[in-house]
């Protein structure tokens, strides 16, 4: 099945990229390394997740938060093998980024939401090496923020 066919499967539309909010490019390709700058939990320029996460309860919304940064990842990774997500061979390393309160401890289950759709979109070859951190600010008020680096078929 192609990468295409299981995006449909899981009813994932890639958004449209948005502007970087700063001085830098969403995607850098180096020989068959991508590395993606982070991306938020926001579609269409708009925060979907917002604020802190704070309580124990908070985590379900942090975990979809973090994966629609995934989804936002596989837009600009996408881009990045013009439109051809077969060209994937992986993902290597994930950092999540969560907009914590002083008491939230769930961060790495938070980060889960990018990793198990990295999983669910390319099988084993999205397992990859990862850190979670909790944060006191992020971008326009972002409750995670997610980077990656996938490498390409050669």
């Known amino acids: 099945m192609s990468i295409t066919e299981r995006l449909r499967e899981l009813s994932i539309e890639l958004p449209g990229l ?6 830098y490019v969403p995607f850098r390709r180096h020989g068959d390394l991508v590395y993606l700058a982070g991306q938020t939990s926001s579609r269409d320029g708009k925060a979907v997740y917002s604020g802190p996460l704070q309580e ?9 938060a973090a994966r629609l940064c ?5 837009a600009a990774l996408a881009q990045a093998c013009d439109g ?10 994930v950092n999540g980024f969560v907009l ?11 980060v889960n939401g990018a990793s198990d759709l990295f999983v669910e979109v390319f099988g084993e070859a999205g397992r990859h090496a990862r850190s979670a951190v909790g944060v006191a600010v992020l971008p326009r008020n972002a409750s995670v923020e997610v980077e990656a680096i996938f490498f390409l078929k050669s």
Do not use: I
């Not at 948005?18 to 001085?23: A, D, H, T």
């Not at 051809?84 to 390393?93: A, I, P, S, T």
């Open 100 to 110: 914590a309160g002083p008491a939230f401890e769930s961060v790495p289950a938070v």
């Open 18 to 23: 948005p502007k970087p909010g700063g001085s």
């Open 84 to 93: 051809d997500l077969d060209r994937v061979g992986g993902c290597l390393k």
């Open 70 to 74: 995934g989804v936002n990842l596989l």
């Open 56 to 64: 124990p309860e908070d985590v379900e919304q942090g975990y979809a």
